[in-house]
């Protein structure tokens, strides 16, 4: 909060501690002094305090003594009382990540309308497709043509197949009981172990703090078996050298946002692999259905995932780089 000359009138514990200073050496000091830009700051201080605006957003970078600056984006808002000012500042870093994530959503919500509506396009005359072609098999005088209808009859049920995997999270009913999300990774880590018994080791660092909550079980097995699997496939080179690691890591996060929603408590899961990473050409689409970096994959796997993480209000991001790959999923808690 700033008074009328642009002089600190409080300031939160957040901004204590990004600045590692104290309220009391705060208090009464020139706000725009704070920060490298000091004009454009004090400029923007000025216009909304004039009314010429309401509120104003701006990036500017942070002087913190003893340490290193900060670019943030700043807030300006006009408060209850006549010249005073509220600022809200946010490390750019914490705000492109909360833009990401409203990006993941809202294109998760894009592509599960495609999807329905494409499949179901799709669907009807892949029905008539093999219907004719099984018709037309009966009345084929060579048994040897029959091999012809029997590829039409094959590749109809493939795609119909990939048709049902595409409308599965939402034919599905969401099936409420209590999870122990502890139980639904040993019993992850059983299948993939189960897959791969040598050369691969997957380490558990779990809060066993974390209370029990609503969902569907059997959606976060599927949605955690597809992410851990994709990291097993991923680590091929280095399950063959004998040193492929995952890691399975829970914790509880503390007041965080998902997309605009605001929650006290959330469950973070963390899948890291020590892999080559996701290529840099599809990092940003591996969210997409059908995008894949993998020869024969489906590209469903992690789509459908992040659909069945969305039915618990909760969402996945992912982090990577050569070397380390982090699937980050988070789901509210009670």
């Known amino acids: 909060m700033l008074d009328a000359q642009g002089r600190v009138l409080y300031v939160n514990a957040a901004l204590e501690n990004m600045l590692g200073l104290s309220r009391r050496m705060l208090l009464g000091s020139d706000f725009s002094a704070l920060f490298s830009d000091q004009s454009v700051v004090q400029a923007a201080l000025a216009v909304v305090r004039t009314q010429d605006y309401a509120q104003l957003r701006l990036e500017a970078v942070l002087r913190r003594p003893q340490q290193d600056t900060m670019p943030v984006h700043a807030h300006i808002a006009s408060a209850e009382r006549a010249g005073e000012l509220l600022v809200e500042l946010w490390p750019l870093q914490v705000q492109a990540h909360q833009d990401r994530e409203e990006r993941l959503l809202e294109q998760a919500q894009a592509n599960k309308e495609l999807i329905r509506n494409l499949a179901h396009e799709i669907k009807n005359p892949l029905g008539g497709i093999r219907g004719a072609a099984q018709?037309?098999?009966l009345e084929l005088a060579s048994p040897e043509l029959a091999e012809y209808t029997q590829v039409i009859?094959?590749?109809?049920?493939?795609?119909?197949?990939l048709v049902d995997r595409l409308l599965?999270?939402?034919r599905q009913p969401q099936l409420v009981g209590d999870v122990n999300i502890h139980e639904v990774c040993e019993h992850v880590c059983r299948l993939v172990l189960a897959e791969y018994p040598h050369g691969l080791v997957i380490l558990r660092d779990y809060d066993t703090s974390i209370p029990e909550f609503r969902g569907d079980r059997a959606q976060l097995v599927q949605a955690l078996l597809n992410i851990v699997q994709n990291a097993a496939q991923a680590l091929g080179e280095r399950i063959a050298a004998g040193d492929a690691q995952i890691t399975l890591r829970t914790r509880v996060a503390r007041k965080l946002t998902i997309g605009r929603q605001r929650y006290r408590l959330a469950l973070e899961l963390h899948v890291i692999d020590n892999g080559p990473g996701v290529p840099e050409a599809i990092r940003e689409r591996i969210f997409y259905p059908?995008?894949?970096?993998?020869?024969?994959?489906?590209?469903?796997?992690?789509?459908?995932a992040q659909a069945f993480v969305q039915h618990h209000e909760g969402m996945?991001?992912?982090?990577?780089?050569?070397?380390?790959t982090d699937f980050r999923i988070l789901i509210p808690l009670p």
Do not use: K
């Open 153 to 161: 009859i094959h590749e109809a049920d493939r795609l119909q197949h």
């Open 168 to 170: 599965a999270p939402h």
């Open 135 to 137: 018709l037309l098999q």
């Open 316 to 324: 996945i991001d992912c982090e990577s780089r050569p070397g380390c």
């Open 290 to 304: 059908l995008v894949t970096g993998r020869d024969g994959g489906s590209g469903l796997g992690l789509p459908l």
